[in-house]
């Protein structure tokens, strides 16, 4: 088995580890079909949490496997992000249960963007996050031209991936483009500790929530009145509404089972 990515089960949820540190966990064949591998084996994990080891988190594409006086040329990058980005980013849009993402160090091209496609992002304050795409002569994807007007504005995104600029994560938490930044020493123990939180937490609620919020960028405002009176009506027969309830009445922490 591959060590470039790690798997490691804790209780009810789930680390990956992206583990190339050399290349500051650049993404080449090997750990993109092992990451892969790995979103798809989450199963009933109630959380998930992807970070890097070393000094950073990802700085997208190898681009060593791109090298112009090595072999074929050109390469087909629509079909590379078909075959091995996209199937990344929808993979993890699409998990169910809420995904953090613990940026510990540099996020670069789409290593940046498959850190924002998670549910909560936080970072270390040393960390940064560069759309460097236009300085190789790309453009933005694995859902950075989507993501980035939305969370930050036409103006900010657009200087973002225009001038491929650094954004420290302090300012990305500013901005609204992560949740937010920690001291470098806080960020694994604030992690572990939210996605032990999440997977403690009301699992189709957080299901539903993500759903909701997801669906709402495609749906008229009256459409999306209907969807949240559907997803409520599912929640409210969950146990873990019924048990969140009568927690709050006893006036004790509930115990929810993710039923
Ligand atoms: O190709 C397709 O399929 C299309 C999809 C593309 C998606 C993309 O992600 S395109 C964007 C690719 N990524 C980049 O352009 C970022 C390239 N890296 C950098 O600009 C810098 O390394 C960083 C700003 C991320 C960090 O800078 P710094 O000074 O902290 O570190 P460094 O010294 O540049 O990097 C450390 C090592 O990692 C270094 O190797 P060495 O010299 O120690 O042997 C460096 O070459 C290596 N490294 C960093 N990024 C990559 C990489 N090796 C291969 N591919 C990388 N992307």
């Known amino acids: ?7 490691e089960k804790m209780d009810q949820w789930i680390k990956i580890t992206l583990n190339r540190p050399e290349r500051l966990n ?58 091995y980005f996209n199937p990344l ?10 995904v953090i993402c613990a940026v510990n160090g540099v996020a670069a091209g789409a290593g940046a963007n498959l850190a924002l496609a998670c549910d909560v ?21 694995a859902g950075g031209s989507w993501i980035l007007p939305r969370r930050l504005g036409m103006a900010r995104a657009m200087g973002l991936a225009l001038t491929g600029a650094p954004l420290m994560a302090p300012q990305a938490a500013e901005w609204g483009l992560i949740w937010k930044s920690y001291d470098a020493a806080d960020l694994m123990p604030e992690a572990h500790a939210l996605a032990a939180e999440f997977a403690a937490g009301p699992t189709m609620a957080y299901a539903g929530t993500k759903s909701l919020m ?33 927690a709050f009445l006893a006036k004790r922490p509930a115990e929810f089972t993710g039923k």
């Open 1 to 7: 088995m591959s060590d470039v990515i790690i798997v």
């Open 89 to 98: 980013v929808r993979l993890i849009t699409n998990l169910p249960m809420p």
């Open 26 to 83: 650049a993404l080449n064949v090997e750990m993109h079909l092992a990451f892969r591998a790995a979103l798809e084996a989450v199963g009933d994990a109630r959380a998930v949490l992807i970070t890097g080891a070393g000094r950073g988190f990802c700085a997208g594409q190898d681009l060593g496997e791109r090298n112009p006086d090595n072999g074929h040329w050109p390469p087909d990058l629509g079909q590379t992000l078909n075959d």
């Open 214 to 246: 997801k669906r709402a960028a495609n749906h008229d405002f009256d459409a999306h009145l209907d969807d949240e009176a559907a997803m409520q009506q599912a929640c409210g027969r969950s146990d873990d509404y019924a048990e969140g309830v009568r």
């Open 121 to 141: 992002v936080l970072a270390a304050d040393t960390a940064r996050f560069i759309q460097a795409f236009s300085k190789i002569g790309l453009v933005p994807d």
